[in-house]
């Protein structure tokens, strides 16, 4: 009726190297003696945690990809301030009188021509609303837009052999350098543009020409009846739209204030989900720490009273158990972070539109926090822990199994 009596003991691994085991101490020995005696419990407490801040670094990873494309977007990529459609009818000399009547107007800083047209690009299974874009002056176009690549954060330039296409309209297409896309200009036709680099980009789907390699594709001269603006730092938008709606010549206007806007409230509410996705990942974790060390001191109830019998005051028992806590959870975080920055990836392709790209690189605190969190769950639970086993009652854990 009694228990099974333990196995006899064997020598852990760590024993035969010597230069590391005479250093330990004798509490320490006793632990890395535990890890090898219960490597099931110690296995799931380290999968436990893991798990627990991978979630945490799912939930702050996809924050920092949702809320930084705000700032890369309209604030490094998309330079300019306004755009304003002008009448189609306009030639060359009245072109240049209204951007002459509209650098005059306080608060503009510059304004250049560009052509754009909205074409549909042609996958295998899908059509894609893409936008082409062709500067009146290819050398002033860093200005207001700014095509980079996104790992080396080089200018790419425009040049007659091809076009310059995002990322996101590369993966939706499958294409890549070098290839050839279709488009089809509103009639019905396909047309073949050559894609001769990608840039960074994360909102909208677009295509870069120069105006040779326009009219090479399209087979006439694009028209230029969109005016790009840049304002001064103190400028006041409004006062300043008003002011290019009264020359007359201003069809519509577009301040990418408002574009940023709106795309900030389409954002919010995504932060929404991403804020359930963190505190049930913390709630998450401090159950499974909990469980987990409840678990431990039940099982190991006689071991405790009986080193408590042997003369280990309160604070020593804990400390016999922390210890292994503490080495769990710090070998679940390491393993928890890198599972979390591939969660994050996966769930970011997930939940991307077409009209979307995610920034799919992680700040260094994403890592910080969900550390720090999952760290600060395990002392809590340490905390909570050591008031159990203050009141373990050595007479009756030792009687338990008679």
């Known amino acids: 009726m009694r228990p099974k009596p333990p196995k006899a003991g064997k020598r852990i691994l760590l024993e035969r190297i010597k230069p590391i085991w005479n250093h330990l101490s004798f509490s320490w020995k006793v632990t890395m003696r535990n890890f090898f005696r219960y490597k099931k ?53 009245a072109q240049e009188e209204l951007e002459d009547q509209v650098l005059a107007i306080d608060g503009v800083d510059s304004a250049m ?12 299974d899908t059509l894609v609303s ?17 095509l980079r690549d996104k790992d080396t954060k080089e200018t790419i330039p425009l040049t007659s052999n091809g ?34 680099a990608l840039t960074e980009n994360y909102a909208g789907n677009y295509i ?51 574009m940023e806007e709106s795309f900030q409230d389409m954002l919010t509410s995504l932060n929404y989900v991403v804020i359930i996705i963190i505190v049930s990942a913390g709630a998450l974790a401090f159950v499974v720490l909990y469980n ?37 959870t710090l070998c679940g975080i390491v393993v928890g972070l890198a599972l979390g920055v591939a969660l994050t990836q996966y769930i970011l392709e997930m939940v ?20 720090l969190l999952t760290a600060l769950f395990a002392v809590l639970v340490n905390f909570i822990m050591h008031y159990k086993l203050k009141k373990i009652d050595m007479v009756e854990s030792l009687k338990s199994v008679e």
């Open 113 to 124: 021509y560009f052509a754009s047209r909205t074409v549909d690009s042609v996958g295998e």
């Open 292 to 328: 987990l060390a409840n678990i431990n001191i039940a099982e190991r109830k006689r071991e405790l009273a009986t080193i408590k019998v042997l003369g280990f005051y309160d604070s020593q028992v804990s400390a016999y158990v922390y210890r292994e806590n503490i080495v769990c």
């Open 352 to 371: 991307e539109v077409d009209v979307v790209r995610f920034n799919r690189a992680t700040d260094i605190w994403s890592f910080v926090f969900s550390g």
């Open 41 to 93: 419990r110690v296995l799931m407490t380290i999968v436990g945690i893991a798990g627990c801040t991978a979630l945490l670094m799912a939930g702050f990873g996809i924050r920092y990809s949702i809320t930084s494309i705000l700032d890369l977007q309209f604030g490094e990529l998309f330079v300019y301030d306004a755009v304003s459609v002008t009448s189609g009818d306009l030639d060359e000399t």
């Open 208 to 258: 870069y020409m120069n105006d040779e390699y326009y009219q090479d594709v399209f087979g006439e001269s694009p028209s230029y009846t969109n005016l790009y603006l840049t304002f001064a730092d103190d400028a006041d938008g409004q006062a300043i739209s008003q002011a290019l709606m009264d020359t007359g010549e201003i069809l519509g206007l577009s301040l990418v204030s408002d």
């Open 130 to 146: 893409t936008t082409v874009v062709v500067p009146q002056r290819t050398g002033g176009m860093r200005q207001y837009i700014v």
């Open 163 to 196: 076009a310059v296409i995002n990322e996101k309209l590369a993966e939706l297409l499958d294409v890549q350098v070098g290839d050839n896309i279709q488009i089809d200009p509103g009639d019905g036709s396909t047309l073949d543009v050559k894609v001769s």
